[in-house]
T-cell receptor, first 113, second 114 residues
Framework: GESVGLHLPTLSVQEGDNSIINCAYSNSASDYFIWYKQESGKGPQFIIDIRSNMDKRQGQRVTVLLNKTVKHLSLQIAATQPGDSAVYFC????????????FGAGTRLAVHP | DSGVTQTPKHLITATGQRVTLRCSPR?????VYWYQQSLDQGLQFLIQYYNGEERAKGNILERFSAQQFPDLHSELNLSSLELGDSALYFCASSVVAGTGNTIYFGEGSWLTVV
């Protein structure tokens, strides 16, 4: 399938290494954040979410960190695998936003064997 | 598979034409969202419906309209198409509208206007 966002920043990692993808969000009133993974030709796939009353949440091989002071979100992927290669988007939901998610520009993760 | 179904997957049409994109939400989801993804604009929220009623509007052009039917499926109508409307159009759904309700995306409809 076709790809969108061909001019995205790219993070290149070796298979087995840990990856950290960063995101700066815009609205200090946002109280819910989500990370999505988008593979070529597919729709965004939910990875993990975090509410603003937390600063860390862990899933399977993934951890999201939230720093509200500097409006920064990060996604950590442990033991990165080739199947993790994709574009990763952070999304924020302003308080009272009725799920009107605001997406970041995305980061392309390239995993090399 | 997210459970959100979109048709058609690919569509090529000429400028000035009108197309309809269709979305079936996940079973049990009442809220449907439409997003546009283009190279220069990224993922942009267009419009949201909840149980048949419009709930929120984003960067949706006047030439575009949408609706959600009683069976909860939704259609996005794009008219007087221009070259710049070429993009991936995603439908997403969630159980209800509100913070913390996971939003699941379909595979998208790729529209090419020539």
């Amino acid at each position: 399938g076709e790809s969108v966002g061909l001019h995205l920043p790219t993070l290149s990692v070796q298979e087995g290494d840990n990856s950290i993808i960063n995101c700066a969000y815009s609205n200090s009133a946002s109280d819910y954040f989500i990370w999505y993974k988008q593979e070529s030709g597919k729709g965004p796939q939910f990875i993990i979410d975090i509410r603003s009353n937390m600063d860390k949440r862990q899933g399977q091989r993934v951890t999201v960190l939230l720093n509200k002071t500097v409006k920064h979100l990060s996604l950590q992927i442990a033991a990165t695998q080739p199947g993790d290669s994709a574009v990763y988007f952070c999304a924020e939901l302003p308080r009272g936003g009725y799920n009107k998610l605001i997406f970041g520009a995305g980061t392309r993760l390239a995993v090399h064997p | 598979d997210s459970g959100v179904t979109q048709t058609p997957k690919h569509l090529i049409t000429a400028t000035g034409q009108r197309v309809t994109l269709r979305c079936s939400p996940r079973s049990g989801d009442l809220s449907v969202y439409w997003y546009q993804q283009s190279l220069d604009q990224g993922l942009q929220f267009l419009i949201q419906y909840y149980n048949g009623e419009e709930r929120a509007k984003g960067n949706i052009l006047e030439r575009f309209s949408a609706q959600q039917f009683p069976d909860l499926h939704s259609e996005l109508n794009l008219s007087s198409l221009e070259l710049g409307d070429s993009a991936l159009y995603f439908c997403a759904s969630s159980v209800v509208a509100g913070t913390g309700n996971t939003i699941y995306f379909g595979e998208g409809s790729w529209l090419t206007v020539v």
